[in-house]
């Protein structure tokens, strides 16, 4: 099993910066992929960011491209979101989840298994 705490969220205006933090507890963090997610109000929870379990290789969605960051320290069981550029359509709940059928990245949701109880991040213009 893996426990999931993300933090690091909050308000920041538009074109600022966020490090989102996710915090894991279990045996089998340091061979799974990892991954963020986010929800906006009304809206289906969408895939942002995925790393491999050793943090190889990274995929992103196309609207995070070139502003978002996705990082993982195994030897601290921590896996990182930096966020630059913020927009407000970047507004959302934002999850980090686990894979541990997988070694590399996926962006498909049902292939996380754990989930963390999300952080606020909103954008103001």
């Known amino acids: 099993q893996v426990q999931l705490v993300e933090s690091g969220g909050g308000l920041v205006q538009a074109g600022g910066s966020l490090r989102l933090s996710c915090a894991a507890s279990?045996?089998?963090?340091?061979?799974?992929?990892m991954g963020w997610f986010r929800q906006a109000p009304g809206k289906e929870r969408e895939f942002v960011a995925g790393?491999?379990?050793?943090?190889?290789?990274?995929y992103y969605a196309d609207s995070v491209k070139g502003r978002f960051t996705i990082s993982r320290d195994n030897a601290k069981n921590m896996v990182y979101l930096q966020m630059n550029s913020l927009k407000p359509e970047d507004t959302a709940v934002y999850y980090c989840?686990?894979?541990?059928?997988?070694?590399?990245?996926?962006?498909?949701?049902?292939?996380?298994?754990?989930w963390g109880q999300g952080t606020q991040v909103t954008v103001s213009s």
């Open positions: 989840a686990a894979a541990p059928r997988y070694y590399t990245t996926t962006a498909r949701r049902d292939d996380y298994d754990y």
């Open positions: 790393i491999s379990y050793r943090g190889g290789t990274t």
């Open positions: 279990g045996r089998t963090f340091s061979r799974s992929a």
